[in-house]
């Protein structure tokens, strides 16, 4: 992270070891939401302490009863801008809520909003380890050391910093697979994601935001727990899914899928994270990094079927058209 | 409910009156996960709690750092055979957590699990208020009443009594409406469902084993809230979406995805839960209970789509069929 980041981070944590935390909600907004998926996974595997996701405008219309001073509430937004994700920032801090926001955009409406901000940069030359996750991810992991200090968290911390590297070296070498899926896939009307543990934001946020958002593909990311209770029937030879195979402790759920995806659709891409070279990671803190590079992987999925379908990902038809 | 589910009930109750209880967690797959969503809205709403909902192999792998003596263990499983809910059972009671089940069948193997079971009624004979969520639903307003009494919680248990009339009134209700969407949707390859807040389960259900697991058609349920961030650049003239109304705090989502989606899509079905003649039940339980109203009226466009479709509800190709 840059120096300004340290900083803001610092300040956050610097409050939260100040206040009595006794629960934590994240709150956002479709990509921003996503994001949360995996670190409400790694504090409820680590702390005892309640943690929840929410889409911003179901935590303002249905206001959790647990909300109050002892609450922490993480809520993000790209552009700072999001009316639901400032409501909900406004209302937390109202209750009398620990309030810290993650933005792209430093003296945004949001920021304004919160408490304490952290800031991330965004777009083609950023930083991959300076970008919204990572520094999120800093935030829990600092969050859980205060909670509760354990010397993973430090490390944690220090191999965040390692990131450029390995995500670079990750998307180099998934760049071929994901350049042929563009060509084979580019005409399909639908495609399915699945994982589940930490990677299953991985999968919501592509199903969502890469392929229906910005590449007008139908999907559903389905948890593969659930598969079998329900969505697996829709599974045929032409059915088109991708799976993650996260490399933590729920990986079993996400293999049982991929044998059985497998067998009924000849149209299964795998995305194992376990494969990805994370060498500069300490072996048990794979699994909660994967997402990180499980999603800059699958950006160039979706960059590849923006390519061949002649649809850039910068393509909206709704979204900065017109108020809604 | 009958005099043996009274009799479970109260069992059921006494055993968490017996117990400190810090934190509920709601484990099922599919459908019986589904039932858990408005409960969990419910003590989220009511309660200063913790509870959460997982897909039981979620549970099982991610083993939760807070379960423990001091949890509520809440399961479902149709036939009370789910391998995944089972051990998810056997883990929690191992953990010290007290143990409740919601069965079909008594004396299966989820039964034997748990501590406690509650049986219910299942098939075109039983009565409404006998079934799964209304006696999940009694057993929730029955915990919520130990943890802070309230004398919302007996009338909500006496007003799930008076459930089977306005279940036969709403359904008849809907019914018409509900045959005429089977012969107009008995083409659509996809159907997208809508909601929020207490019946946002209704949608998932809907989507899940209603629309890709009985009828082979794709689906996803796209929360209200979310919609806007993501999902609704897929709209379209001819993308069919199916909203479900909540009559409670959240409304205003499902108002507002409604709004938009009209302006886009020709073909949008709007099941309003405000319309439903609920008048034995108290206005402010309305809300609450709406869900139990949803899904059986929702269940008629199943039948309705199953029948044009000329495709039974009963069919499988997986379940039922292989072991997986």
């Given at each position: 992270m840059n120096t300004k980041q340290a900083q803001e981070l610092q300040e956050a944590l610097d409050a939260i070891r100040r206040r009595t935390i006794n629960n934590i909600y994240f709150v956002a907004c479709g990509g921003s939401k996503a994001i949360f998926e995996p670190v409400q996974y790694i504090c409820d595997v680590e702390?005892?302490?309640?943690?929840?996701?929410?889409?911003?405008?179901?935590?303002?219309?249905?206001?959790?009863?647990?909300?109050?001073?002892?609450?922490?509430?993480i809520t993000c937004s790209h552009s700072g801008n999001t009316p639901e994700t400032i409501d909900a920032t406004k209302k937390a801090r109202e209750a009398g809520a620990l309030t810290i926001c993650l933005s792209f955009k430093p003296e945004s409406e949001l920021w304004l909003a919160a408490e304490y901000g952290i800031s991330y940069t965004w777009g083609p030359d950023s930083k991959p380890s300076q970008t919204n996750s990572p520094m999120l991810f800093r935030l829990v992991f600092g969050l859980l050391n205060i909670l509760k200090p354990n010397e993973k968290y430090d490390r944690a911390m220090m191999e965040l910093e390692l990131l450029d590297d390995v995500v670079a070296r990750n998307k180099a070498a998934t760049l071929p697979a994901a350049k042929a899926y563009g060509i084979a896939y580019k005409r399909?009307?639908?495609?399915?994601?699945?994982?589940?543990?930490?990677?299953?934001?991985?999968?919501?946020?592509?199903a969502i935001c890469l392929l229906m958002e910005m590449l007008w593909i139908n999907s559903q990311s389905i948890h593969s727990g659930e598969y079998f209770h329900g969505p697996f029937e829709i599974t045929d030879y032409d059915v088109p899914f991708i799976i993650i195979l996260n490399s933590g402790k729920t990986r079993f759920l996400d293999e049982r899928a991929l044998d059985f995806a497998r067998k009924f659709s000849d149209r299964v891409e795998v995305i194992d994270t376990a494969s990805f070279d994370m060498h500069e990671i300490s072996e048990d803190l794979r699994g909660y990094l994967a997402p990180l590079i499980a999603g800059v992987v699958l950006r160039q999925y979706a960059?590849?079927?923006?390519?061949?379908?002649?649809?850039?990902?910068?393509?909206?038809?709704?979204?900065?058209?017109?108020?809604?």
């Open positions: 702390s005892e302490k309640p943690s929840a996701v929410y889409t911003s405008n179901e935590f303002n219309y249905r206001q959790p009863k647990a909300l109050g001073e002892t609450s922490l509430v399909e009307p639908l495609i399915y994601t699945m994982s589940s543990g930490e990677c299953y934001g991985v999968a919501y946020s592509f960059d590849a079927l923006a390519y061949h379908r002649g649809h850039p990902l910068s393509v909206r038809r709704y979204m900065w058209q017109m108020p809604y």
